[in-house]
Antibody, heavy 119, light 106 residues
Framework: VQLVESGGGLVQPGGSLRLTCSAS????????MDWFRQAPGKGLEWVGR??????????EYAASVNGRVSISRDEYKNSLYLLMKNVQAEDTAVYYC???????????WGQGTLVTVSS | IQLTQSPSFLSASVGETVTVTCRAS??????LGWYQKKAGKAPELLIY???TLQSGVPSRFSGSGFGTEFTLTITNLQPGDFATYYC?????????FGQGTRLEIK
């Protein structure tokens, strides 16, 4: 059972990024899945959530990214995506995806992917 | 809902027992988890539902609390326990974390 993020790298301010979270060992569409981030020297921050297939993958987003972010799924690829537009320097962080354990916590995390926003 | 951890920094020796407190600005029932975070690694779930030990986590870790005040206790500290610890609630949105408690070797 694991999650693997990809798609990080250097992004120019005002640009866009698309991160992928590939799940294996479990069927991700049966679970709520979330994105988090940790900026350099800072704590953990929730970015957003995709509910499970039964709840039509409805989403919630943090205020700090709302309007710039969308989370989507591909059930055939067992994957979760994070699309962020108009990135700014404060979006520089390691981004993690995680699986909700249905008991108000996250039991499986990816290894993280670093996004650096800089010109 | 804001989570405030205390202390923010803790220095202890191998074999000692430490306690970290997490206070919520509003009641979160038992919708609270605790995580261990090491540099360059993903967070690891230790405790969920305030007091349930995650599978595979040593029983030296324990959690308690309900409503607005929670504690994480680590007994018989081992070298691998020196890390940063975060509490996290899931009582509505946004999901938030405490600011973290950094545990260092004395």
């Amino acid at each position: 059972v694991q999650l693997v993020e990809s798609g990080g790298g250097l992004v120019q301010p005002g640009g866009s990024l698309r991160l992928t979270c590939s799940a294996s060992g479990f069927t991700s569409i049966d679970h709520y899945m979330d994105w988090f981030r940790q900026a350099p020297g800072k704590g953990l921050e929730w970015v957003g959530r995709s509910r499970n297939k039964g709840e039509r993958y409805s989403t919630e987003y943090a205020a700090s990214v709302n309007g710039r972010v969308s989370i989507s799924r591909d059930e055939y690829k067992n994957s979760l995506y994070l699309l962020m537009k108009n990135v700014q320097a404060e979006d520089t962080a390691v981004y993690y995806c995680a699986k909700d354990n249905s008991h108000w916590a996250f039991d499986i995390w990816g290894q993280g992917t670093l996004v650096t926003v800089s010109s | 809902i804001q989570l405030t951890q205390s202390p923010s920094f803790l220095s202890a020796s191998v074999g000692e027992t430490v306690t970290v407190t997490c206070r919520a600005s509003q009641a979160v029932n038992n919708y609270l988890g605790w995580y261990q975070k090491k540099a360059g690694k993903a967070p690891e779930l230790l405790i969920y539902a305030a007091s349930t030990l995650q599978s595979g986590v040593p029983s030296r870790f324990s959690g308690s609390g309900f409503g607005t005040e929670f504690t994480l206790t680590i007994t018989n500290l081992q070298p691998g326990d020196f890390a940063t610890y975060y509490c996290q609630h899931l009582k509505g949105y946004p999901i938030t974390f405490g600011q973290g408690t950094r545990l260092e070797i004395k």
